[in-house]
């Protein structure tokens, strides 16, 4: 995935759900908290998994001030988190 600006997200499918959910934000016309963060990969039928140091980024998160946590621990299916955080 390139992002216009410069970011390029390379081998880290931790990024998986963040886009999805950029993506359902735009559909739906209805923007994410600027306090959520996402976080995990997303599988073909819509299951949401753990990545690598999950426990260190969302702590990370916390600390720099994001209250919202999308991510496996909070919900399993990507639906259900588009559904909970986009309502």
Request: glycine share 6%; with cysteine; hydrophobic share 40%.
């Amino acid at each position: 995935m390139n992002i216009a600006g410069g970011i390029s997200i390379k081998n880290d499918p931790s990024a998986d759900l963040a886009i999805c959910m950029a993506i359902a934000s735009a559909f739906y016309n209805k923007p994410l908290s600027s306090h959520a963060v996402a976080l995990g990969e997303v599988g073909l039928l819509g299951e949401i998994r753990q990545v690598n140091s999950q426990d260190k980024r969302i702590k990370d998160a916390k600390r720099l001030g994001y209250s919202v946590i999308i991510s496996n621990k909070e919900t399993k299916y990507l639906s259900d988190a588009v559904k909970k955080n986009l309502s």
